[in-house]
C-alpha cells in the first residue's frame, strides 16, 4: 500500500502537471521547512544526549567521508561524458554528495509504517552530510588558489539556512534532552507527518515544474538521475553494514547516499558558484531524483538491504 505521504507527493505532480493553480504561500512552504529541519534536528540531537559521543565518533568519521567522496566519484563523469561547463559538473556534483531533507522524512515514514527498527541518531547523518559536498562543489567549481576569502567560504558553507536550522536544532535537542523537549513535541514531533505530507505537496509541484528543463536537457539528466542514486545507495547500504547498523539504518544511511540536495546546496552554489547554471542542478536532483526516490527508490534500498544481509550472513 503506498504511504500516505507519498499520495500527497502525487497530488501536487499531478496538479502541477494539468496547470492547477493549486499553490501553497511561499511563507506557508518556508515555515515547513523550517519545521521539518527543525523536527530532525531535535531529534539527532535528543539522540546524541542519550549516547556517548565516543561511540558515535567513528560512524561520524565515516558518513563524513563518504560526504567527501560521493561528489568526486560523479564530478568526472558530468564533465567527460556529460560535457558539461567545469562550474556546473561542481554543483551537479555538490547536489549529488549532500542530502535531501525532504528524502530522509520520507523513509522515516516509510520505515515507521512498517515498524521497522532503525537507529534515531541517523538525523544526525543528515547535518554531516550537508556540509562536505558543499565545500568540494566549491573547491571543484572555483579550485584552491591564495586569493580564496576563507572567511566568506566558511560563512557560506556554514551559516548557510538549512544548515543553521539543522545544526541548531541538533544542539537544542543535545542540550534540552528528551525531557526539555516534551514541552515542543506538539509543535515538532506529533505532527510531523502531517507537515511532512504538505510539503511533499507542494515538492509535487515544484517537481512538475521542472519536466519543461527535463525535456529540453535532453536524456543524460534523466539517466544521471536514476543510476546514480542506485549506484550511490549501494556505497550507503554497505556503509551501514560495515558500522554495524540494523536493517533499518542501513535502508536509511543508503537512502540518504542516494539523495540529492534541493535546499543546501542550490543556496550555496547561488552564493559562491553564480556562473553556475542552477537550471542544471534543480532539473536532475529534484526533476528526476527526487521523484524516483519517493516514489520507487527507497522500497528498492530496503529490498536491497535486506538482500546484502543475507549475503553478508552467509560468508
Known amino acids: 500500500m503506498i504511504d500516505v505521504v507519498i499520495l500527497f507527493f502525487l497530488l501536487g505532480l499531478v496538479a502541477g502537471l494539468l496547470k492547477s493553480n493549486l499553490r501553497l504561500p511561499s511563507a506557508v512552504y518556508d515555515l515547513l521547512s523550517a519545521l521539518l529541519l527543525l523536527a530532525i534536528g531535535l531529534k539527532g540531537g535528543q539522540e546524541l544526549a542519550s549516547q556517548h559521543f565516543s561511540v558515535l565518533l567513528p560512524q561520524i568519521v565515516a558518513v563524513a567521508m563518504m560526504g567527501f567522496l560521493l561528489p568526486l566519484l560523479v564530478f568526472p563523469i558530468l564533465l567527460k561524458i556529460g560535457k558539461f561547463r567545469r562550474v556546473d559538473a561542481a554543483s ?4 549529488y554528495g549532500s542530502v535531501s531533507v525532504g528524502t530522509f522524512a520520507v523513509v522515516v515514514s516509510f520505515l515507521e509504517a512498517r515498524q521497522v527498527f532503525f537507529e534515531e541518531h541517523m538525523s544526525l547523518f543528515v547535518v554531516i552530510l550537508e556540509i562536505p559536498a558543499i565545500i568540494v562543489g566549491i573547491v571543484l567549481a572555483r579550485g584552491l588558489d591564495r586569493s580564496m576569502n576563507w572567511k566568506k ?12 536550522f539543522l545544526v541548531g536544532g541538533l544542539i537544542i535537542g543535545c542540550l534540552a534532552g528528551q525531557k526539555g523537549l516534551e514541552s515542543i513535541g506538539p509543535l515538532f514531533f506529533n505532527p510531523f507527518k502531517g507537515i511532512l505530507a504538505l510539503f511533499l505537496m507542494e515538492m509535487g509541484l515544484v517537481v512538475a515544474s ?9 536524456t543524460f539528466l534523466l539517466v544521471f538521475g536514476i543510476v546514480t542514486p542506485l549506484f550511490f545507495s549501494l556505497i550507503g547500504i554497505y556503509l551501514g553494514f560495515l558500522l554495524g547498523l ?4 542501513v535502508t536509511v544511511l543508503g537512502t540518504l547516499a542516494a539523495s540529492a540536495s534541493y535546499i543546501a546546496v542550490p543556496a550555496a ?3 559562491s558558484v553564480p556562473s553556475s547554471n542552477p537550471t542544471l542542478s534543480l532539473t536532475a536532483s529534484l526533476g528526476v531524483t527526487f521523484p524516483f526516490n519517493v516514489v520507487l527508490g527507497i522500497p528498492i534500498y530496503y529490498f536491497l538491504a535486506e538482500k546484502l544481509k543475507l549475503i553478508l550472513e552467509g560468508f
Open 153 to 164: 567560504f566558511a560563512h557560506e558553507v556554514f551559516l548557510g539556512k538549512s544548515i543553521v
Open 92 to 95: 551537479i556534483a555538490a547536489h
Open 210 to 218: 521542472q519536466f519543461a528543463s527535463l525535456k529540453k536537457y535532453g
Open 269 to 271: 552554489m547561488r552564493t
Open 246 to 249: 540494523s536493517i533499518g539504518g
